[in-house]
């Protein structure tokens, strides 16, 4: 495996950051006045050497009986624009199909960070795909809201020769991927937002099952005020990915909020979040309260307040751990339930 699963940037920097990257920070500060180049490489960098760990903490519960595609090209945009597909071994015919968009903050990641997780998913008996899409600051928003679009087309185009069910299409994401997720489904059901963004959908409500949502961002009003080290690194992040310091009045800065946007149409719905993410009662929860107000048929997976140890973000992937499992299982029954 190469790059992994993106590690918390929201934590204490007793618990996340050496010595040396505090000293970078220094740096970092002072140019970081003028572009968000610097931080959002340092971000970038606390996140991929966190990668390797969390990959290898789900890479002993992989089966081996998945056949691999891998590097598969969606669209002319080198390996930022291609994609990894799973199946389960021996398997021909179309199978309904998870579509998995990773995290990282906008500005990190690639799909070899959840290749393990879609491993496992597509030994339950689906075809799972897992995405790249080029991240920021190389480019700004919506290119990869576009290049996911355009993803979703070439799949469905191409079903039969990939073994797709496009009649049962579920997207996931975590963490900034699960904010990507939740546009895309927007993009789908809501035929007003998909004109303010100014992007076609690839899908049509009928062909998009559910969405599967992890440990994601829903809401970005409050970010410009957010205090400490999470704060000041969603403000960096977010002006490398907007492509404007003050990102909060951009376009972009208002559509990212699909908590403003989701209507009763919205997919079928899976949400969770770790009781110890700061993003659990701050986007995951109030998403699933409004989804479920709608009449959206949700499944919401939390945890209580006071569980210890505390479930960080992308507790999901921790699958050496008991809450890791359980939320895999509530998954693989979601999906059974959806594409049944």
């Known amino acids: 495996m190469t790059s992994a699963v993106s590690k918390p940037w929201y934590r ?16 970092v500060a002072v140019v970081g006045a003028l572009t968000p ?37 969606y669209a002319n945009g080198g390996s930022d624009t291609t994609f990894d597909l799973f199946r389960p071994e021996g398997v021909t015919g179309a199978l309904p199909t998870v579509v998995w968009i990773h995290g990282g903050a906008w500005i990190s990641g690639d799909k070899q960070n959840v290749d393990p997780y879609a491993r496992i998913l597509a030994s339950h008996g689906y075809t799972t795909v897992s995405l790249n899409y080029t991240v920021s600051p190389e480019t700004t928003y919506p290119t990869a809201l576009t290049q ?12 039969e020769e990939l ?47 559910a969405v599967i949502l992890n440990c994601g961002i829903y809401d970005v009003s409050g970010i410009p005020n957010a205090p400490g080290i999470g704060g000041w690194g969603f403000r960096i992040a977010l002006w490398a990915y907007l492509g404007e310091k003050d990102w909060s009045r951009t376009p972009g800065g208002q559509e990212m909020s699909t908590l403003d946007y989701v209507t009763e149409d919205f997919p079928t719905t899976w949400i969770s979040g770790g009781n110890g993410d700061p993003l659990t009662p701050a986007q995951s929860k109030p998403l699933a309260d409004k989804l479920t107000g709608l009449g959206v048929d949700v499944t919401p997976v939390f945890y209580p307040d006071d569980l210890e140890p505390a479930l960080p973000h992308e507790y999901q992937f921790e699958l050496n751990t008991a809450p890791a499992q359980d939320a895999l299982e509530s998954t693989l029954a979601f999906l059974a339930k959806v594409t049944g």
């Open 12 to 27: 204490r920097p007793s618990r996340m950051i050496p010595l040396g990257f505090l000293a970078a920070g220094v740096i």
């Open 37 to 73: 180049w610097p931080a959002a490489l340092l971000i970038r960098a606390l996140f991929e050497k966190g990668a390797a760990e969390s990959v290898a903490k789900m890479v002993p519960y992989v089966p081996d009986t998945v056949d691999a595609r891998l590097d598969i090209p």
């Open 148 to 159: 996911l679009n355009d993803a979703l087309r070439y799949l469905v185009a191409n079903a």
């Open 163 to 209: 073994g797709i069910d496009s009649d049962q299409i579920v997207i996931a994401g975590d963490s900034a991927g699960a904010n990507l997720t939740s546009q895309l489904a927007v993009l789908t059901t809501n035929k007003e937002y998909a004109a303010l963004v100014g992007i076609e959908p690839a899908l049509s409500p009928d062909l998009l099952s």
